[in-house]
């Protein structure tokens, strides 16, 4: 079997009753859990190859989800409105369980890029396939609230870390998840104002202090390199390929981060050692294709899809070539093997492969 028959069997065979994707079936820190930001990812790579009823489920599963919180989304636009400071715990969170409810751990929770890109994959599923989702809309205007009001504050970034800062990838995720929402056309005019407001408010932000050196920075006011940058370039287009902020930045990722055809998250990484991870190298080979660079492109695919088990299930990262090597076993101690499969991985490998115009 193939690669992509295989994560398209692996994600519809993981997928929930009620539409969620699970980061990772297995993994101790992932178990029951679904992430808009993954699950986006995730849907994006199966309705490119024509899973069209999972994609539908997923949307329809994080509309309710989003929809359900209105009224909270409401309650802290309006207590912000009166220059009231809410707390980050009070935020929407960043996974939510299968089931569509805040679990009970504890975790990193306030990420704003998730609301952004469910509604930039939503957007990109629906033009695909010339469909809407039904019941979509009240999730879909509550998203857009809740990105219009608090795009500019700090949060935590792609990796659950530093929510002091604000954070590149992030900006780029909102700017486009802002865009898409207009795009559905089911904003009120109100809405629909403060949404292109806002997303003119992203772009004006980054250009004027999101760029270092002609490339973008890991977050406002550093000077450090993250992958989830390419983000920003493509898909979402913040700094299009042909722009040289774009193409800057892709360069500086690679150059300084890509290592034999993977790709680490950031220099200073200690995740369990900080290895390569493989979703990453799906996001540059992404930005190669777009660019016309198929020989690199197909580099990426291909060593992504060398990461794969005997049984052909793709992890989050590999351990052979570390950051800090030192740093790998507290994690092995804290949360076990590194998660495989994770479905995230594979659902950016259907998302290249389909760039590169390999099927089933």
């Known amino acids: 079997m193939s690669l992509v028959a295989h994560s398209l069997d692996v994600i519809k065979s993981l997928q929930s009753p009620t539409g969620a994707y699970p980061a990772s079936p297995t993994f101790s820190a992932y178990r029951g859990y679904s992430w808009l930001r993954d699950g986006a990812f995730i849907a994006e790579g199966v309705s490119r190859h024509g899973d069209v009823a999972g994609a539908d489920a997923f949307h329809a599963w994080c509309a309710r989800v989003v929809g359900d919180r209105a009224g909270q989304v409401d309650s802290l636009v309006s207590r912000a409105a009166r220059g ?10 960043t996974r939510f369980t299968l089931d569509g409810m805040e679990g009970a751990d504890e975790w990193w929770d306030f990420q704003l890029d998730g609301y952004g890109t469910w509604l930039w994959a939503l957007r990109e599923h629906c033009v695909r396939h010339g469909r809407t989702v039904p019941g979509a809309e009240k999730g879909i205007r509550a998203a857009a609230r809740y990105l219009t009001a608090f795009w500019d504050l700090p949060c935590y970034d792609w990796w659950e870390e530093h929510v002091e800062q604000r954070h590149v990838a992030t900006l780029g995720s909102i700017h486009a998840g802002l865009r898409a929402a207009v795009d559905l ?11 292109l407001e806002a997303a003119e408010g ?9 760029v270092v050196s002609g490339r973008l920075r890991k977050w406002l006011g550093g000077d450090a390199v993250d992958a989830s940058l390419l983000a920003c370039v493509e898909p979402f287009g913040l700094c299009p390929a042909d722009h040289p902020v774009g193409a800057a930045t892709v360069a500086e990722v690679e150059r300084q981060l890509a290592r034999d055809g993977g790709v680490h998250r950031y220099l200073a990484d200690t995740f369990y050692g900080g290895g390569r991870w ?9 930005n190669h294709a777009r660019a016309g660079r198929r ?11 060398a990461q794969a088990t005997p049984a052909g299930d793709l992890p989050e990262q590999v351990s052979d070539l570390l950051l800090a090597p030192d740093r790998l076993q507290e994690w092995l101690d804290r949360w076990g093997p590194v998660a495989t499969p994770l479905l995230w991985s594979h659902g ?8 590169l115009g390999v099927r089933a």
């Open 202 to 210: 992203v772009a004006a932000l980054v250009e004027r202090e999101g």
């Open 185 to 195: 056309g089911v904003l009120s005019a109100a809405e629909e104002a403060a949404a």
């Open 84 to 93: 009231e400071v809410v707390p980050v715990t009070e935020m929407l969170p």
């Open 348 to 355: 950016m490998y259907l998302i290249l492969a389909d760039e």
């Open 295 to 305: 020989a690199e492109a197909l580099r990426y695919l291909e060593w992504m899809a």
């Open 278 to 286: 493989v979703l990453l190298a799906g996001f540059l080979g992404w």
